[in-house]
Structures are given as structure tokens and as C-alpha cells.
């Protein structure tokens, strides 16, 4: 299925109010950017609302569980990295060529700061390969399982999620099995055992689960988890090694949130770079 030029600038402009909201949220030092925030009376306010509103809505344990075997096989789309990165940019926004970025940019963006402070190459690639998993949207599914805060189903949704009211239409809050603190899972049980919200981050993880260090693995798995990362309210799930492990997650994130500039990195020039280190890490074509 082809998405047609609109939907392609609706699936950005989303993406990009997501981003914007979160750092929004969660600024980088002044407070009072988050003040405005709250304050400020703004149609896309309203926007991000809706989405959050359908996401917290439908993602529930048997949608996940639905999704995972949708996608997980793998049997979608054989791709190079480039061919990757280049398909993932068709969901560019043209309206406003002066500030937007598009998706390459904003991978490179990423992935140039974590090379700057000298990194080892393996986060370099991982920053750069992070956002690869929105791709979902070009397939044709909706932006709110694509993009957005995630967070693990089949057991209480935390309050330290963003806009948690809207958990009260999902109907796994009405259900037993999952509306205790636990649900289905067991105390500590590590994360690799829990099921999150249906995303980016959980597809792009499967794609590269073979091929990248395990730090580089959670950053890309969880870097949409905020009620975790920053909030630490699913302490009660997670194992002493996800603990540490999400100490590579929250360095992670810094690059994530805090590397947009309107300066435009050299597409061209960075691409055999990147090229090569995907050879070192990855095969040859991509699996999606
Ligand atoms: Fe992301
Ligand atoms: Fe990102």
C-alpha cells in the first residue's frame, strides 16, 4: 500500500509534534520552556492531545500481541541501509523548507553528536539507525502505533505516563488480568519479558537484535520509554541489568532530544561513513 503525498506530510508533521512535545516536556535546562508549555494555548497542543488520546486508547496487551506477529516475521520489505534511509525520508514535510528537518537529518544530527564526543562506532551507528523503525508509517499503519511515549501493556498503565487520563477508555484498564500493578508479569522479571506499547522502537530492536551490542540494542529498544527513563515508575518490572543497561538508554536519549539544529549535515559527504560502519555491523540487505 502507497501512502499518498498527504498522508506522507500528515505522518511527518506528527512525527514532529511528538518530538517537539517531548522536548517540551522535558527541556533540556530552562524550566520555564516546560511552563510555556503547559501555559500556552496552542492548536497543536490539541493535536498531540488526539494522538495520545487514540494511542492510550487502543494500545492494549492483544493489540501488541497482534502487531508482533503482524511484523516480527521480518517478511515485509528487503532493503540496504540506504535504501532504508532514503524510503524513510519519502515522509518529508516541504511546507516549510527553512526549519523542518527531515528524517535523515535527523538521524545524522544524532548520530554526528554521539561521533563529536567520541563515542565508539557501534553508538554512532545506533544513533544514526534509531528512527529507522518509522518506516511502520510508510506501510500504512497509524501514527499512534508508530511514533509516541511507549510503555509496557498486560499490566497497569503508570500515572508518569504522558496524559494518563486517556488510559481510562483503553479496555485493558476495565480487565483484571492487566489492571493490577504486576498484571501479567512478575516482579523484576526484566524487561526483555515485557510487552511494550507497539512502535518504532520495538521494530527497529528486532531488525538489528542480531547485529548490534546490547547497549545498543536497549537504546534503540527503549528510547521512546520515558515513564522509565526519565520518570522511573516501572521499577517494580525491571531487572538489576536493565537497570544498568538503562544507564546507555538515558545517554542515549540526551542525543536524541537535544541535537536539532537548523545547521543541515551534509547528506552526501556523511554517507560512505556510514555506509562502512554498516558493513562492519550489519548485513548486507535489512530484513523490515
Ligand atoms: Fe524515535
Ligand atoms: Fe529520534
Same mark, same amino acid.
Request: aromatic residues 16%.
Given at each position: 500500500m502507497e501512502l499518498s503525498?498527504?498522508?506522507?506530510?500528515?505522518?511527518?508533521?506528527?512525527?514532529?509534534?511528538?518530538?517537539d512535545n517531548v522536548l517540551a516536556r522535558y527541556p533540556e535546562q530552562s524550566k520555564k520552556q516546560k511552563e510555556d508549555f503547559r501555559n500556552y494555548d496552542n492548536?497543536?497542543?490539541?493535536?498531540?492531545?488526539? @494522538?495520545?488520546?487514540?494511542?492510550?486508547?487502543?494500545?492494549?496487551? #492483544?493489540?501488541?500481541? +497482534? /502487531?508482533?506477529?503482524e511484523f516480527l516475521a521480518l517478511d515485509r520489505k528487503k532493503m540496504t541501509l540506504w535504501e532504508a534511509v532514503e524510503y524513510l525520508n519519502t515522509l518529508v514535510d516541504d511546507s516549510d523548507p527553512g526549519i523542518d528537518l527531515d528524517q535523515t537529518q535527523h538521524l545524522l544530527q544524532t548520530s554526528e553528536a554521539i561521533r563529536a564526543d567520541g563515542h565508539p562506532d557501534w553508538f554512532i551507528l545506533? #544513533?544514526?539507525?534509531?528512527? %529507522? #523503525?518509522?518506516?511502520?508509517?510508510? @506501510?500504512? +499503519?497509524?501514527?499512534?502505533?508508530?511514533?509516541?511515549?511507549?510503555?509496557?501493556? #498486560?499490566?497497569?498503565?503508570?500515572?508518569k505516563i504522558v496524559y494518563p487520563e486517556f488510559f481510562k477508555s483503553n479496555p485493558d484498564t476495565q480487565d483484571e488480568r492487566f489492571n493490577t500493578l504486576l498484571g501479567v508479569y512478575e516482579e523484576h522479571c526484566g524487561l526483555n519479558n515485557v510487552?511494550?506499547?507497539?512502535?518504532?522502537?520495538?521494530?527497529?530492536?528486532?531488525?538489528?537484535?542480531?547485529?548490534?551490542?546490547?547497549e545498543g540494542l536497549y537504546m534503540l529498544r527503549y528510547h521512546s520509554f520515558y515513564a522509565q527513563h526519565r520518570e522511573k515508575?516501572?521499577?517494580? %518490572?525491571?531487572? /538489576?541489568?536493565?537497570?544498568?543497561? @538503562?544507564?546507555?538508554?538515558?545517554?542515549?536519549?540526551?542525543?536524541?532530544?537535544?541535537? /536539532?539544529?537548523? +545547521?543541515?549535515?551534509?547528506?552526501?559527504?556523511?554517507?560512505?561513513?556510514?555506509?562502512? %560502519?554498516?558493513?562492519?555491523?550489519?548485513p548486507d540487505v535489512l530484513r523490515f
Open positions: 503525498e498527504e498522508e506522507k506530510k500528515e505522518a511527518h508533521d506528527m512525527m514532529e509534534l511528538w518530538e492548536p497543536t497542543r490539541d493535536t498531540v492531545r488526539e @494522538f495520545y488520546k487514540q494511542n492510550h486508547q487502543y494500545q492494549t496487551y #492483544g493489540f501488541v500481541l +497482534e /502487531k508482533e506477529k545506533t #544513533g544514526f539507525l534509531h528512527d %529507522l #523503525g518509522k518506516v511502520l508509517c510508510l @506501510f500504512g +499503519e497509524p501514527q499512534w502505533a508508530v511514533v509516541g511515549d511507549t510503555f509496557p501493556v #498486560g499490566c497497569k498503565f503508570s500515572d510487552h511494550m506499547s507497539w512502535g518504532h522502537d520495538e521494530y527497529i530492536y528486532h531488525i538489528m537484535k542480531d547485529h548490534l551490542p546490547e515508575s516501572y521499577d517494580h %518490572l525491571m531487572s /538489576k541489568h536493565d537497570h544498568e543497561m @538503562f544507564e546507555w538508554v538515558q545517554k542515549f536519549n540526551v542525543y536524541d532530544l537535544y541535537t /536539532k539544529a537548523p +545547521e543541515r549535515p551534509d547528506v552526501e559527504k556523511l554517507r560512505p561513513y556510514y555506509e562502512d %560502519l554498516a558493513s562492519k555491523y550489519l
